[in-house]
């Protein structure tokens, strides 16, 4: 069942509190708080969507992990189906509790409507990581288990423009590897002129774990490969490039005390490291996205836990200098749910999109909250324009954020959803007028079965406004 639904237009609670509130004063001030904390309230409604898309069949499980905007405004989905005995498939890269049974690759309309679907079962699939397009059709990195030993491989498949694989093939002497993330790297050679290659993360197999990183020549073969050894446990979980040949890492670093912390490296166009900043943060933390912006500055987003006990996970976003990662501000999102720092867009115009994931805390007792995603918009001072919240079925999961071709801000994730089926042969068993809820019927609901899936989801969340910042010419400034 593939389905495509349009909502209405409603504001949400939050965003009409900030319009009447001081939040207008503070946007028209050229100086940024250096740190703020900031508490959501529950929202009553969700946020509007331009068009949302809900994609699975009822006896299997699905997600989106990546996309891609087209240049006729489709949006290529990359996901995974698998099998009911498991829930979190992207938890098998680290658990290894279940292997899902296939690639999806999906070409959704502008309108939510699937185009066209495909579904590929590649031989020991773990996980999907992310989908890029080539010159030769679009490429896909995921990680699979081999037949022979049970150990990971970092695999990658070509496939052409209507979703149909054209090659396959494990990167070499990455035995035991699990890949987290995949770019574009261009640099130039010796005479001046421009090359492409690719950076690869992964998380070697060694004790303690440490992140590695390949470098994949234009044939994407294996040109080096570096090692992160710290003698603690570490991973870099994205990767992205910067306009001077060189590139960011956002990583996550564990100390002796088991307490995570944030870990942030820049590298130079030879691959050696310019510099690298730990932010720790409470009881851990842990940076998952971070781009460049304003060219002097970077955007660092990811999840803080708090150092109290009973407290919980707050979304986390930092706006650092590029040249050293020195912090210029950071902001901490809590609320009723746990949110997680997921990813971050940048507008043509300064706007920052920081995409958090609700999550119901571990001992929730509250029956009356719902997970759900808040997309936050920021000005380049921190200040907070809007917080729109998302719905759908029972919950949802937030993975990625895509720019539409219309400066649409696209939702990647799942959604947990509910699905009645009607068995026809015991419906037909049922007396007439024997319905749900009477003294006589046992039948009738036994005619009705319930089933819970978790469908990949894609939602289109409106533009930013357009922001003239008032502060150009001193921005950012801290007091």
Same mark, same amino acid.
């Given at each position: ?38 508490? !959501? ?9 331009? #068009?949302?898309?809900?994609? =699975?069949?009822?006896?299997?499980? @699905? ?27 992207? @938890? ?8 899902? %049974? ?16 495909? !579904? ?7 996980? /999907? ?55 574009? #790297? ?41 090692? !992160?050894?710290?003698?603690? @446990?570490? &991973? ?8 001077? @040949? ?5 990583? *996550? ?8 912390? =944030? #870990? ?19 009881? *851990? ?19 803080? %836990?708090?150092?109290?006990?009973? *407290?919980?996970?707050?979304?986390? /976003?930092?706006? $650092? ?24 867009? +940048?507008?043509?115009?300064?706007? +920052? ?6 999550? $119901? ?19 380049? &001072? ?17 993975? =990625? ?55 990949? #989801? ?22």
């Amino acid at each position: 069942m593939i389905k495509a639904t349009h909502r209405f237009l409603v504001l949400s609670a939050v965003f009409l509190a900030l319009f009447f509130s001081s939040e207008a004063v503070l946007a028209q001030r050229c100086d940024a708080d250096y740190e703020q904390i900031i508490t !959501f309230r529950s929202p009553d409604m969700g946020s509007y969507s331009v #068009w949302d898309t809900v994609f =699975g069949d009822e006896d299997k499980h @699905e997600l989106f992990q990546s996309a891609l905007q087209l240049e006729d405004g489709d949006v290529l989905a990359l996901g995974l189906r698998y099998a009911r005995a498991g829930k979190d498939a992207q @938890e098998g890269v680290q658990k290894e509790q279940q292997i899902p %049974a296939e690639l999806i690759l999906a070409q959704v309309r502008p309108n939510g409507r699937v185009r066209w679907r495909q !579904f590929h079962r590649i031989e020991g699939l773990i996980s /999907v990581v992310k989908l890029l397009a080539v010159e030769d059709g679009y490429l896909v990195l995921g990680n699979r288990r081999q037949a022979q030993n049970g150990k990971p491989v970092i695999w990658m498949g070509l496939f052409d423009s209507l979703g149909g694989l054209k090659s396959q093939s494990d990167i070499s002497g990455a035995a035991g590897d699990l890949a987290y993330d995949i770019t574009p #790297w261009r640099r130039l050679n010796a005479k001046g002129q421009p090359y492409l290659s690719y950076l690869v993360a992964a998380l070697a197999p060694d004790t303690p774990s440490s992140a590695r990183l390949y470098t994949l020549n234009s044939k994407r073969q294996v040109a080096s490969r570096q090692d !992160f050894v710290t003698g603690r @446990e570490n &991973r870099i979980l994205s990767l992205y490039p910067l306009e001077d @040949e060189e590139a960011v890492l956002a990583s *996550g670093y564990d100390y002796e005390d088991e307490r995570k912390s =944030g #870990w942030i490296l820049r590298l130079n166009k030879d691959g050696g490291i310019d510099w690298q900043q730990l932010y720790p943060r409470g009881a *851990g933390a842990e940076v998952v996205k971070v781009k460049p912006y304003k060219k002097d500055y970077l955007i660092a987003v990811g999840t803080a %836990a708090p150092a109290v006990d009973g *407290g919980k996970q707050a979304g986390w /976003v930092m706006l $650092l200098r590029a040249d050293n990662g020195e912090l210029i501000w950071q902001r901490y999102f809590t609320g009723a749910l746990e949110f997680l720092g997921r990813d971050v867009l +940048i507008s043509p115009d300064g706007l +920052i999109s920081v995409l958090l994931d609700g999550v $119901l805390p571990e001992d929730n007792e509250d029956e009356s909250l719902q997970e759900h995603v808040r997309l936050v918009t920021l000005n380049p &001072r921190g200040v907070m324009f809007s917080a729109d919240s998302y719905f759908n079925g029972e919950g949802t999961d937030a993975i =990625g954020l895509l720019e539409g071709v219309r400066g649409q801000r696209i939702i990647i994730g799942a959604t947990d959803m509910v699905h009645t089926i009607e068995d026809a042969s015991m419906a037909a068993k049922a007396p007439e007028g024997v319905g749900a809820g009477t003294p006589d019927s046992t039948q009738a609901e036994a005619a009705v079965k319930v089933l819970r899936s978790r469908d990949g #989801w894609l939602a289109a969340a409106v533009p930013t406004d357009a922001y003239d910042d008032p502060c150009v010419k001193q921005y950012p400034v801290v007091k």
